[in-house]
């Protein structure tokens, strides 16, 4: 073929780095003492950022699970056929230890570790990271009944992934999925009118029909239903341990927006057998700690995907003219990724203290849970509600190419709005901060203590949480108010966690945003007289290093 056009001024792919490079992970290493840790972390860097994870993202995203409810015969299967990618993911996860591991490891910083590691991988491929952080969050639940906890907490903590269908404690590793929602309820899982009948053996048999599961082919299911003494929760098998399979009929795969490799269903229970874990009435109670961890994993999903798109809109500008000079070189385009940077940083930050106070919760630390217990919620709301903003402004710095699949920022774009979605939308994420508040007034006297506690170091922020705490003062206007309250709490928190921890450049520019308000309604608003260059470098992403 004739010539008819050169190729230049293309940026080159963004691969083959190292993905866990980015300051706010070691920051947070150092500052609990785990540098240790940082080389494991590398590796998992290493791996999410080459080229051949990178493809098997592609690969699991484009052939999406298939749904068999038949075999050829006819008889009655319910299986979901995934790409082998999605498989080889799933292994890489699991050997990593993202899921179960955390909690038999015994290591004092192991949620932290995790945190870290799974905003690594996750870039790789939301989809998959579902029934990881499924199985990460059953393991506290597991433990309200120590005879369930004891058959399958070591097979969910295993490094082996195992994909089979087969009855769970004849595998050599489980995963485990979540059924609660019913189309009747959503979030209002009282309201859920799947029924649970006691066997003479005090096992259940449930039936009812659930609108959204995560992760149907898990090999357990933890369920909501209602049993005699009120809403209860479950542990469902999908094979029973006889070999023969549970009544759980998978109805039909979500055709959604992202998580595309993921096969979120509607299944249907027909006198389906079930273990109760907890008492009944206590459904929600029991499993309460597994929502809450994984709203931990929306808030880090959140956060992954900020420093995702703002490092690919950084890599772009760099090696982009336009007007006679490089993007990142031209003053506007400065301010925007400077703004995006600093929300990725500041939602980072927050991330990897969150996993950092959970650590410490669980070690006893009563203190630590208080201020879990308020900052997970409040930061739930906030970093998830600043994801597809963030994720649109990344978009648009790379022009008509960031609309392009090739350049994977739409796939970013669409996965963006599930974990606000995921685990309460912003309006339960914001009330469950004010429930918090009205049942565990410690929670709310922890966070201030915890902005207190930087009293002096920054004029912006002392002003900030005096503003704050007066919007406590008519509790009549407080739920009209909840989204207003939830994000200043989030700021106010980000805030003091970059005073302390973060670099000057980055918690200036924050304070100066943020706290003043000097900041418009999209990014890149950012005040005159600040000092960009070490943001910009921050999360800039050296190839080849």
Request: proline content about 5%; some cysteine; hydrophobic content about 40%.
């Amino acid at each position: 073929m004739t010539t008819t056009h050169d190729v230049t001024n293309q940026v080159p792919p963004l691969v083959d780095y190292d993905a866990a490079d980015y300051a706010p992970y070691t920051e947070a290493f150092t500052r609990v003492g785990a540098t240790g840790a940082l080389d494991e972390l590398s590796a998992i860097g290493r791996d999410a950022g080459s080229a051949a994870s990178q493809e098997l993202g592609d690969l699991a995203e484009r052939h999406e699970p298939v749904l068999h409810t038949h075999d050829r015969y006819g008889h009655r299967i319910d299986r979901v056929v995934y790409d082998p990618s999605y498989h080889q993911l799933m292994t890489r996860a699991t050997g990593y230890g993202l899921h179960g591991t955390p909690w038999v490891t015994g290591d004092p910083h192991a949620h932290l570790r995790r945190a870290a590691g799974l905003s690594v991988w996750g870039q790789v491929d939301a989809g998959h990271q579902c029934p990881i952080s499924m199985t990460y969050a059953a393991v506290p639940a597991l433990r309200v009944d120590p005879e369930l906890a004891a058959r399958f907490e070591p097979l969910l903590a295993t490094t082996v992934y195992d994909p089979s269908f087969a009855a769970p404690e004849t595998k050599a590793g489980l995963t485990a999925g979540m059924s609660m929602t019913e189309k009747q309820g959503g979030s209002d899982v009282r309201a859920n009118t799947t029924h649970a009948t006691e066997q003479a053996d005090g096992t259940y048999r449930l039936t009812g029909h659930k609108w959204f599961t995560s992760a149907p082919m898990s090999d357990i299911l933890l369920t909501l239903a209602q049993a005699p003494g009120g809403l209860t929760c479950f542990v469902v098998p999908r094979v029973l341990p006889d070999g023969t399979t549970n009544r759980v009929a998978l109805q039909r795969l979500k055709d959604k927006l992202g998580n595309r490799s993921n096969a979120s269903s509607e299944v249907e229970y027909d006198q389906a057998f079930g273990w109760r874990l907890g008492d009944e009435g206590r459904g929600v109670r029991t499993i309460i700690e597994m929502v809450n961890m994984t709203r931990l994993d929306c808030t880090i999903g959140s956060a992954s995907g900020m420093r995702v798109g703002v490092q690919a809109a950084v890599h772009h500008a760099t090696h982009r003219s336009a007007f006679g000079a490089a993007l990142v070189d031209q003053p506007l385009m400065r301010n925007v990724l400077a703004d995006l940077a600093v929300e990725a940083e500041a939602s980072s930050t927050v991330a990897m203290w969150l996993a950092d106070l959970t650590d410490r919760a669980l070690a006893g630390d009563e203190r630590a849970a208080d201020l879990r217990r308020i900052s997970l919620a409040v930061s739930k709301y906030y970093v998830c509600k600043r994801g597809p903003v963030h994720a649109a402004e990344a978009l648009e710095c790379l022009g008509g190419n960031g609309y392009i699949e090739d350049s994977r920022m739409p796939r970013l774009y669409r996965e963006a709005p599930l974990m606000s979605v995921w685990e309460g939308s912003g309006n339960v994420a914001a009330l469950d901060t004010l429930r918090a508040v009205a049942k565990q007034p410690a929670t709310l006297t922890a966070l201030f203590d915890e902005l207190d506690s930087v009293a002096g170091a920054e004029p912006r922020l002392d002003a900030f949480a005096r503003r704050l705490k007066d919007q406590f003062t008519d509790p009549a206007s407080a739920e009209l108010r909840a989204r207003r309250i939830v994000g200043d709490l989030a700021i106010a928190l980000q805030a003091s966690l970059l005073v302390r921890f973060g670099h000057p450049a980055v918690s200036d520019a924050f304070a100066a945003s943020r706290l003043d308000r000097d900041w418009g309604t999209v990014f890149g608003t950012l005040p005159a007289g600040l000092d960009l260059a070490p943001i910009i470098e921050r999360a800039t992403v050296k190839v080849g290093a």
